[in-house]
């Protein structure tokens, strides 16, 4: 069993965040529940070996208050599954803004948008220095999607504090050859990008065009449209922050078909904010394709899910894999976990390819997954 917990420090604390330290909560306080994850342990680590020891964010609601209450504070709005959070003792700290706020989130009432603080950003050197007097293990970004410079700021904080970097959006750092070679060379691990919800629109999207090309069925086009009413909707409502997402999301499809679709046959991606659904996402997917002799078929399918526990599902197996390549000393990109975990990992795997890498990594030493180019 492990000598101590997995420290880990959360960059924003918004919807994501809060489904995970609650299911921390949740899973400490019932050790016999396992509904809900994929793995009880992983490295001999469980669910409630993990301690928030740090946190940023630059809401006026929650900096200065303690993790446990900054996670209900607005403009949060997902479940609380969890209500009996336990005081952290992390206190959220002012983050740095950079590109990390949207123009036209101030266009919106106060309980939907963000509050920037009255107070002075983080500076590298502060985050650094705290990274390392908290002894974090693994920092999990959170940033709004489009967040390019202040990912590019926290990601250089990690790999100079020797942290593991789990990068939950997508903005590409594991998946960018430079940065890549930058967490290799520093012999700091890194998962990313873009983490797969537990049982989401785009690992849905893949199964389903996975199971066309392994029955046969020629895919001729399809769309995947998704609405939801949280800060994240909100915030690719404004569509210049959503080139890297519409990259992640579409290639996490076309990686798995059979033979890769016209741009024109295919659409991926976010494609409203209706604020009165909350965190709840709601996907429309249709799939058009050709049987045996050329029939034609349809498939329509509508899945409506709480968004940030179902992400929270997931991030709390990416910090476990995390910390395992910590304590195996392995640096740059976890292959197996990113492939698994991530909608836009540096190497595509289909879904049965990547569980057999990651059971390998888990139950292995896993050198040979992740070193292999």
């Given at each position: 069993m492990p000598t101590r917990p997995i420290n880990i420090a959360i960059i924003g604390v918004g919807n994501c965040a809060s489904s995970l330290v609650q299911g921390i909560s949740h899973?400490?306080?019932?050790?016999?529940?396992?509904?809900g994850l994929m793995h009880w342990e992983i490295g001999g680590y469980r669910p409630c070996d993990m301690k928030v020891v740090a946190a940023w964010d630059i809401d006026r609601r929650k900096v200065g208050r303690d993790v446990a209450e900054a996670i209900f504070a607005r403009p949060n709005c997902t479940q609380s599954f969890c209500t009996e959070v336990r005081p952290t003792g992390a206190i959220v700290e002012m983050g740095r803004v950079l590109d990390g706020v949207a123009e036209h989130m101030g266009d919106h009432p106060a309980d939907r948008t963000f509050l920037p603080a009255d107070a002075p950003e983080a500076t590298r050197e502060a985050v650094v220095a705290k990274l390392r007097a908290?002894?974090?293990d693994v920092l999990l970004n959170y940033l709004p999607?489009?967040?390019q410079q202040a990912t590019e700021f926290y990601a250089d904080c990690a790999l100079e504090a020797g942290v593991a970097f789990v990068n939950n959006i997508p903005v590409f750092i594991a998946s960018d050859p430079a940065w890549?070679?930058?967490?290799?060379?520093?012999?700091?691990?890194?998962?990313?990008?873009?983490?797969k919800a537990q049982l989401g629109a785009t690992i849905v999207?893949?199964?389903l065009t996975d199971l066309f090309a392994k029955r046969g069925v020629k895919l001729d086009r399809t769309y995947q449209l998704n609405t939801g009413g949280n800060t994240d909707f909100l915030n690719m409502s404004n569509r210049n922050r959503l080139k890297s997402k519409k990259i992640s999301k579409t290639e996490a499809v076309q990686s798995v078909a059979e033979t890769r679709l016209d741009d024109e046959n295919i659409h991926v991606g976010p494609?409203?904010?209706?604020?009165w659904q909350n965190d709840n996402k709601v996907c429309f997917l249709r799939m058009e394709g050709q049987l045996f002799g050329g029939v034609p078929m349809n498939l329509e399918?509508?899945?409506?899910?709480e968004d940030s526990p179902n992400s929270a599902g997931v991030a709390i197996d990416m910090i476990r894999c995390a910390k395992l390549a910590l304590d195996r000393e392995l640096g740059g990109p976890?292959?197996?976990a990113a492939a698994y975990f991530c909608k836009h990992p540096p190497r595509q795997m289909t879904d049965d390819q990547a569980h057999e890498a990651l059971d390998h990594f888990i139950h292995g030493d896993g050198r040979i997954a992740v070193a292999a180019e």
């Open positions: 899973y400490r306080a019932d050790s016999n529940d396992h509904h908290a002894k974090v999607v489009g967040s890549a070679e930058r967490f290799r060379a520093a012999g700091v691990p890194i998962i990313g990008d873009d983490i999207h893949r199964v494609s409203d904010y209706v604020a399918l509508r899945l409506s899910v976890i292959h197996p």
